[in-house]
């Protein structure tokens, strides 16, 4: 199976515009902020941004990584997330087998490593849409099946969880979310690549440093769900 250069090169192009909308989700999602109706502002003199401040990537390099308007700097957060969705592109290309389906989990386990890595909740939000999104992709209109149905149901969620049974939930459902993404071999090879990470981690994790100490199972298992959604195909039947 050979890459169809027109699909991938759309992915390329389109991935720093996901990682920017994965950046406003992982802002603002945790604090039941508002995510598609919200105009974003400038963090230090709250002025709305305009579209040409948006653009991912060139807008903050031909800024300067300051705010047009007050010049105070916007930091690297979201130029950060945005190359990071460009990584699922490039290694789901660089197999012999191109998977879009991995790039579609890459993408979607962003927000959920980043706040797990940061000490922010992973809330039920992001555990359902990662799992009708591996369900979606089981079939073959599966991008049109995912925005259709993981949207709406996220947007509905947010507008009523209540943070400590979205916490709670999500925390039941993840695992869930992850395995609609592999088949019957591919969660076994996820649940014993996740136990050798999980097991060190449990037992010497008071002598991590301060900064990943807090990390929980969720990283490692939800990041060997998706190597094996990557390579699985290769080295699994």
Known sequence: MTADPQLWLSLFLIAPIV????????????????????RSKCDSCSHSLS????????????????CRYCGA??????????????????AGLSITVPSVKSVLLGWAIIPILVLDCTGRPVTLVLGLALALLGLAT??????????????????LVACLHEDNISTSAARGILPLGLATWLHGTQVIATIAMSALLVVPI??????????????????PA???AWLTCLYGPIFLV
């Open 202 to 219: 449990a037992i010497w994790g008071n002598r991590l440093p301060a900064a990943i100490e807090h990390i929980s199972w969720r990283s």
């Open 51 to 66: 579209w040409y401040d948006l653009f991912p990537i060139f807008s903050w390099i031909f800024l300067r990584g300051r």
């Open 19 to 38: 990682g920017s909308f994965l950046g406003v989700v992982i802002q603002r999602l945790p604090d039941g902020q508002p995510i598609l109706w919200a």
């Open 138 to 155: 089981h079939m073959a209109w599966a991008t049109v099946v995912s925005m259709a149905i993981a949207l709406p149901v996220a947007g």
């Open 222 to 224: 939800i990041l060997c």
């Open 73 to 90: 700097k916007l930091g690297v957060f979201f130029p950060a997330i945005e190359l990071a969705a460009l990584l699922p592109v490039a």
